[in-house]
């Protein structure tokens, strides 16, 4: 009998520490692989943009994205351009993915305890705030003011890729230290974007809203687990949210942190109910009823996708969608800026450019660094295992490389004003070049050949 328990007791330790790997480390993994890819993806896209741009067919290249299509919804019509479709509308599900990256981790990822929590908290705020500042520096009372948010943001999918590229040289705690300093960065960036870069709020709009997120709760509660009523109302709130006057991508964000975190099956329990249903199965086949047999199958099939939960789920599905398709069109669309040599002139001497240069390569690294030595030497926080201090700054570096954030923050920050959008996009272009190799280099240097720890 005793032996009984001992076995029962390691089966369960056993499923335990399975369930605390799909939850934790495999989304981090799966994660990772995905934004690996999906770097090269966006790399090579933006190339494309930036030599399209400079080339004798420039001219194709930004007439395309300002053509406008327009959908009639009946009670609402949509006229945009190609670029706003992109930006407004594809954009809204990498910012779902988003919401959906930042619900994990804070339920069940690097962010859900709080000790470990606090270092990539700590560093990420010193990457916004000090960055902000070094742009202010440039740029107060001057006509680029508005955009101090630009060097606040940081590429997720540039960053983890650079860290790649160095293989075994760094720990996976150092790779979950930049995934958790990004999300935060994320969260950041999307306040930024929700309190300074809306001009005007229609409050009929935002009722109509936050009724639909209602709906959305409504339908958690009645226990639907349909995907597709959550779509239909989901579009209804984009599309609420586009009106309201914040801009849409917020909605992506909102929708991804409602989006539950627990399976509707209990991974512990699975085991049992697979059993009876397997025992329906077996007395539908003894008694050779077919449609019995296809509607236990139905259910095992049900009970085993009901063991992961929605935010996983729905991660797994549209993460690769923003990585290999919605961040490229977007590089596609918004990286090709004319480098002339009348604009790289005025880039020189911009102080946007300047701002942004600056805000984003030295910014990040000291604000990064230095907010993360302060939390750690007050005792507020502790370096992660083989993590060294060289390894912090150069993640801070890379930290630095803004690119998709820092370009759709500047389309907020000077909409309708195409020389400041230049500007900042050269600036942009150059520090995230910078910030890579710089990254990448320091960190080589400071990891040895292979992973510490």
Known sequence: MAGSFRGTGKLLARREQATAVRTVLMPVQQFLRI??????????????????????????????????????????????????????????????????????????????????????????IGGMVVPALAYVAFNSGGPGAGGWGIPVATDIAFAVGVLGLLGNRVSIELRVFLLALAIVDDIGAILVIALFYTESLSPGALVWAAAFLGLIVVLQRLGVRSTMAYVLVGALVWLAVFESGLHATIAGVVLGLMTPSSPYVDPAAYPDQIEGLREDYMDALAEGNVSQQQAALGRIEEVTQWTESPVEKMERLFHPWTAYLVLPLFALANAGVALSGEALRGAVSSPVTLGVILGLVLGKLVGVSGAAWIAVKLGLADLPSGVRWGQVAGTGLLAGIGFTMSIFVTTLAFYGEPGLIDEAKIGILVASVLAGVLGYLLLRMSSGTRAAG
Not at 70 to 92: K, R, S
Not at 101 to 108: F, P, Q, S, T
């Open 35 to 124: 934004e690996l890819l999906g770097s090269l993806l966006l790399m090579a896209t933006a190339i494309v943009a930036i030599v399209w741009a400079n080339s004798p067919w420039a001219e194709s290249y930004f007439a395309i994205w300002r053509r406008y299509l327009t959908v009639d919804l009946l009670v609402l019509e949509l006229n945009l351009n190609l670029q706003h479709w992109i930006n407004d509308a594809l954009m809204a599900f990498f910012f779902f993915v988003v919401g959906l990256e930042i619900k994990r981790e804070l339920v069940h990822g690097n962010l859900a305890d709080r000790r470990k929590a606090t270092l990539p908290a700590i560093a990420a």
